[in-house]
């Protein structure tokens, strides 16, 4: 079995082989976190997802308890990991895929 650590790691060299390294990054205070897009490929995410026929879910997202769409504490919001359940559910599901 592989941490969460080392399953995220795999999860964004994957990505990183595929889109290359220049959307990961996402910095608060000082500190990068390496297994988050970055703030400009985040909110270029967040926009689409604000955006017609997606912002159904936007709202839903943004209401939530989770605080999936939001910074907290000095993190980074959740849906910015590369490795988040909610953003592959999210665009996996988001056409009404089964």
Known sequence: MISKNE???FIKKNLVDVIGNDCFGYEI???SYDIYYNKEAYNKFISKMQNGKYNKFY???NRGKG???KEKRNMPPKMASVASSSRFCYLALRDGYK
């Open 7 to 9: 399953f995220d790691c």
């Open 29 to 31: 205070e000082d500190k």
């Open 59 to 61: 709202n839903q997202y």
């Open 67 to 69: 605080s999936e769409l």
